[in-house]
């Protein structure tokens, strides 16, 4: 009669669903298959659950129905649940909490998020991990349940409804779950169902109730009492929409009935079980193949989805990053030739006049300048003295000597090293070695701008002829020092047109 109802539910809800689709109303496809889900989902259609599923979640997002989208993750994150795919499940779940807290009607937001939180709890089942179970079920579940206040009788019925099944849910795991069993705590949450039944309107799911109190005297060893509520649980289950209600009610009183020694009874129950048992796994295994096909086939197409769209982010951010490049390379290709011809131009109006100093090396003159040493003293006539000798040892080449240093340049200035380092940052604006390697490099620079033959030489060999100690010091030193490096000073002279080199030879 159930599955009767069912397809006659689900017929009218096709009808209307095709005519939403025909006037085009959004809505009217969204709510009906809603519908379609739900129902699909009660009686274990996973396939049908994950194919609406997926071609109504576009539409959720599009007209922003958080309450829709929430019931799309949860119902998938259920399907996922009970068919093994346990990680997909709780990351569905999680995304129906995310979707739940942003409805705008309370009482619908607390009911969808004690729907969930019953689910995350049966996840936790599955998993085994019992403090888990109990913490979803009593403290998230049925709160959530006591939050909501009915607007309507549908709705306060529907809260009623949901807060018995959550005391026997407690109950259960009270009785089955807990390690060990808390049968006072089980009996505490079944007699709070009858108090709450006495106070409310509550009238449904009386097959439930009765399980729950022929679970509790079952676990008590009260089997005359566990047979009874056992034998009301079908009763009032005839039309009962879970089958799997009945096969448990079947399996115990096949047992309970032995036990008493009612071998008639026993033999009764005990056929009636093992024919639903038959019927109900030829069922969960075609439900279960078709379902985790689907549920593959999502997946895959899911995989190749993602993969799609990370070949499209990796080209993106590799043409983002190539533009960017060219973009550098351009300012810094521009950037480098305006400094050569910076140093080309300078030579060429007098040969005589240092290049000009880099940016980096301006900046650091600056700082130079600023920390003066105010705690040395110098007379007018010592600075003036170890100036003109600066001067002098200028127009020399004795600079290009690799065994210069402050000692060496001080005791030809007939000065003392502190002496001549303050004259040098004062009136320079340099260190002795930024002095002594702005000398060489102007040097080479000159020496190679002037006599192309130079040109042709390897960089060590120049290296040593300004004296530098090394190939890898004299290259960093003259980067530094001009901006360029210099294989490119070198290859940029000898494209620049003889003429030019011989007015200055």
């Keep these: 009669m159930q599955k009767q109802k069912n397809n006659e539910a689900l017929k009218l809800i096709y009808e209307a669903n095709n005519h939403a689709e025909k006037i085009g109303s959004k809505k009217g496809i969204l709510d009906s298959n809603l519908l379609l889900m739900s129902i699909y989902s009660n009686i274990s259609d996973y396939k049908n659950v994950i194919e609406i599923a997926n071609k109504t979640e576009n539409i959720a997002k599009e007209e922003q129905r958080f309450d829709a989208m929430s019931i799309i993750h949860m119902l998938r994150g259920k399907v996922y649940k009970n068919t093994g795919f346990l990680d997909e ?6 995304k129906g909490i995310f979707y739940a807290n942003k409805i705008d009607d309370q009482d619908k937001k607390h009911f ?11 996840y936790y089942e599955r998993q085994n991990i019992n403090d888990s179970v109990i913490y979803f079920l009593e403290k998230k579940n049925l709160p959530e349940l006591k939050l909501i206040k009915g607007n309507t009788s549908d709705d306060k019925l529907q809260r009623d409804d949901n807060i018995i099944r959550a005391y026997i849910n407690i109950a259960n795991y009270y009785m089955g779950l807990s390690d060990p069993p808390k049968f006072d705590l089980a009996e505490k949450y079944l007699n709070q169902i009858q108090v709450y039944k006495e106070s409310s309107s509550y009238i449904s799911n009386n097959d439930l109730i009765a399980q729950a109190f022929a679970r509790l005297y079952y676990v008590k060893k009260d089997y005359k009492n566990s047979a009874h509520y056992y034998e009301e649980a079908l009763k009032f289950g005839n039309q009962s929409k879970d089958p799997k209600l009945r096969r448990e009610a079947y399996g115990e ?6 036990k008493l020694g009612n071998k008639n009874l026993q033999l009764k129950y005990l056929s009636l079980s093992r024919f639903l048992e038959k019927d109900l796994v030829e069922k969960q295994e075609s439900d279960f193949k078709n379902s985790a096909k ?3 086939l999502a997946k895959d197409k899911e995989y190749h989805g993602d993969i799609k769209k990370i070949w499209i982010r990796v080209i993106c951010c590799f043409v983002i990053l190539f533009i960017i490049f060219i973009v550098f390379w351009i300012r810094y ?12 131009n300078s030579f060429k109006e007098n040969i005589n006049v240092p290049i000009p100093p880099a940016e980096e090396q301006t900046s650091l003159q600056k700082e130079i300048n600023i920390e003066k040493n105010k705690n ?9 003295s170890i100036l003109v000798f600066l001067d002098d040892f200028e127009k020399t080449n004795e600079f290009t000597k690799s065994d210069v240093n402050l000692s060496y340049l001080a005791n030809y200035a007939n000065t003392n090293t502190k002496y001549l380092n303050e004259v040098l940052k004062n009136y320079k604006g340099k260190s002795f070695s930024k002095y002594i390697n702005g000398l060489r490099i102007n040097y080479i620079m000159k020496l190679l701008y002037l006599e192309p033959k130079y040109r042709e030489y390897k960089i060590s060999y120049l290296a040593e002829l300004c004296g530098f100690s090394s190939r890898e010091v004299f290259s960093s030193v003259f980067k530094k020092e001009t901006d360029i490096t210099t294989s490119y000073y070198i290859n940029q002279l000898k494209n620049e047109p003889e003429t030019v080199v011989k007015n200055f030879n």
Excluded at 89 to 94: A, G, R, V
Excluded at 112 to 122: A, E
Excluded at 333 to 344: D, L, M, N, P
């Design 294 to 296: 689907q549920i593959t």
């Design 112 to 122: 969808q998020l004690s729907r969930i939180y019953q689910n995350i709890s049966s």
């Design 89 to 94: 499940s709780l990351k569905e779940l999680k």
């Design 376 to 384: 040395i003293e110098i007379t007018e006539s010592t600075v003036k």
């Design 333 to 344: 290709v521009k950037k480098t030739k305006g400094r050569y011809e910076t140093i080309i």
């Design 253 to 258: 009183l096949a047992v309970i009935y032995g």
